[in-house]
């Protein structure tokens, strides 16, 4: 039958399940992965879980696999991976701009710092004759 506190609503009340059912487990199992705590912690319950967290983007994710109606999730498992994919590619997006601007500042750092040095050890000239 399954694991009550992984189960979809419609597997809960004994309705006809699809894939869309294991999604629902899919999606309970990835918030507790990305929040150490259960998605539904009581059973027969599945009010959608807040979770401050979590990068919002993939929370969309984890409240679409998670939707109590099931016309409101995924409806195949690629799909999700398309989704997950697309995030994954933001995020290494945003990595490189973030090493990039790290590596201007640290460069910009290292040339006011050298000017600084530089102005500060010349030789102080008196006035001409």
């Not at 998605?39 to 879980?49: C, M, R, V």
Request: hydrophobic share 45%; net charge positive.
């Amino acid at each position: 039958m399954g694991t009550v506190a992984y189960m979809s609503p419609e597997q809960a009340r004994g309705e006809r399940v699809d894939a869309r059912t294991d999604l629902f487990s899919f999606g309970a199992v990835l918030y507790e992965m990305a929040t150490a705590q259960r998605a539904f912690p009581q059973s027969w319950d599945w009010t959608p879980p807040s979770a401050s967290v979590v990068d919002p983007s993939l929370f969309r994710i984890i409240l679409k696999l998670i939707h109590a109606d099931r016309e409101q999730r995924y409806a195949s498992a690629d799909d999700v991976a398309a989704d997950l994919k697309r995030l994954q590619q933001a995020r290494q997006s945003d990595q490189s701009r973030r090493r990039r601007l790290s590596t201007i500042a640290v460069l910009a750092l290292l040339a006011s710092l050298s000017a600084v040095i530089w102005v500060s050890t010349r030789p102080v000239r008196g006035p001409s004759p």
